[in-house]
């Protein structure tokens, strides 16, 4: 088997070293001058995943790269191997610059999945299809009623989710993404999405605990067969293309944020909103002339 392929070329074609401060800066440039196509102001992005399976790590992640304040920004709370999901309610933080911009993109996140303690399968559609409002408390037990005042009645695509992320660890790949008991929870799910079209995509964190390579260096991360070994098995999985699962190392234990995890959070950030933005070029049918669909 061959590596993953080096997929940084795909933002830029002129560095030579992806792991330049200068390739940082493209990709956070690329992320806070992005907008939607369409009347729409944000990408709306969903995180899926079990209790501790990365989800706040990935967001603070995320929001240390973009406020490029050489600071760990923890904006989710995070617990370690926590054995429910600590999120309860379906919600988005804002993610802003260091000049304090608001980025034109909302990653939600709600309960892990799990039959018994998580978000319900019905849940997950209308939150998809943007019925859900944010700030909506999850019961675990029942789905949202039509009557409650969290409950949009007529959504638009601006409400709706534009690309759906599951969020997974590295350390168990393939049949760990889920428990047994969530496993026909999650096909469903990803079967239904995929009738809609709508982009799928794995994350795979704490792949910095997998041997990469014999300096264990994160600039191996896209040469490493042990890293590719473990993304084709979630591919294999979920039964999406290995170009959509994303191997990712968010910060646990620094006290200062470092230039490849800041890459790869903002590489695989840009990446999400593009994919976003085709599905909502594709809803508006902005992606071909107006008599094309005539």
Known sequence: MEP???????ISAKWEDPWAKEFKQELLQKIITMRPDGDISYFNILLLGQAASGKSSFFNTCATAITNDDRIVTTNLVYQKASKSVTTALESIPMQTKEGK????RLFDCRGLNVEYGVPTEDIRAIVEGRVKSGYKINPVAAIDENDAYYRKNPETKDRMHCIVYVANAENPSEHLTDHKTEEQLRFVRENLASQHLPQTVLFNKVDKLRISNSNSLRDIFR????????TKAA???QIPLTNVFPMANYHE?????????????????????????????LTKKDAPKDFYD
Do not use: G, H
């Not at 993953?4 to 795909?10: A, K, S, V």
């Not at 230039?259 to 950030?269: S, T």
């Open 4 to 10: 993953l392929q080096n997929p940084w070329r795909t």
């Open 102 to 105: 608001i980025l034109p993109l």
């Open 224 to 231: 490493s067969q042990n890293v590719r070994d473990t993304c």
């Open 236 to 238: 294999e999985y979920m």
């Open 254 to 282: 620094e006290n200062l944020p470092t230039l490849e995890k800041d890459i790869l959070a903002l590489f695989y950030l840009l990446t999400m909103m593009q994919k976003a933005n085709d599905f909502i070029k594709r």
